[in-house]
């Protein structure tokens, strides 16, 4: 079922086919999934896995290339050990993230104020990709490496951009700086 969210994911609209003619409804929405990195889910010898590697390799195929690449954020959890599961330290509250989001949003919306259909960096075009998500030339340079080791296509090269210009736009920072790009190519590493 997940293979029929490529198109909405995309373009933010689905188009439902019948007899009598076809229509086209909005459909934007935030995808979040989980999955197990093995059928037992455990994932590491260390921590108890049995799963072959060839199970495992047929377990990761069920979600294909085209639909992770549609993806954004791909962010791999271990297991926590016991000590770490004890000892849980207490992460930043939601409330001061929230503040975070909201000045992040902000800034796309003056940035792209006057522009037709664009309000957040997701929404950006091609042009919108040109000029609002120049790279300084050492992060061109590691954007353009991991683009050669990784075999990124080129929706995955759009996708890191503005993903980049969105930690940018949280850290406050005009520029996308070459730690925002890094960050947001190692959000890509499910498939690899
Ligand atoms: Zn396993």
């Known amino acids: 079922m997940l ?6 994911l995309e373009t933010g609209c689905v188009t439902i086919s019948r ?10 929405f935030i995808l ?3 999955m197990n990195p093995c059928p037992c889910g455990r994932g590491e010898v260390e921590l108890g896995c049995v799963c072959k590697l060839e199970e495992k390799r047929r377990y990761l195929k069920k979600l294909s ?3 992770l690449d549609r993806i954004d954020l791909h962010v791999e959890v271990r297991q ?4 770490e599961l004890i000892n849980v330290p207490a992460g930043e509250p939601s409330a001061v993230i ?9 800034i796309q919306e003056a940035r792209f104020s006057g522009i037709r259909g664009v309000y957040c960096n997701a929404r950006m075009g091609s042009r919108e990709l040109q000029q609002y998500c120049r790279l300084t030339p050492a992060s ?4 353009r490496q991991a683009i050669n080791r990784f075999k990124l296509s080129p929706r995955a090269y759009d996708r890191i951009l503005k993903v980049a ?15 925002a790009v890094f960050e947001a190519i190692n959000y890509r590493k499910a498939g690899f």
């Open 3 to 8: 293979e029929v969210l490529r198109q909405p």
């Open 19 to 28: 007899a009598s003619g076809s229509c086209t409804f909005p459909a934007r």
């Open 32 to 34: 979040c999934a989980a």
């Open 65 to 67: 290339g085209p639909l």
């Open 80 to 83: 926590l050990s016991q000590d």
């Open 98 to 106: 929230r503040q975070r989001v909201i000045a992040a949003r902000k």
């Open 140 to 143: 061109e340079m590691l954007l």
């Open 165 to 179: 210009r969105t930690i940018a736009d949280l850290a406050g920072i005009a520029e996308i700086p070459e730690s």
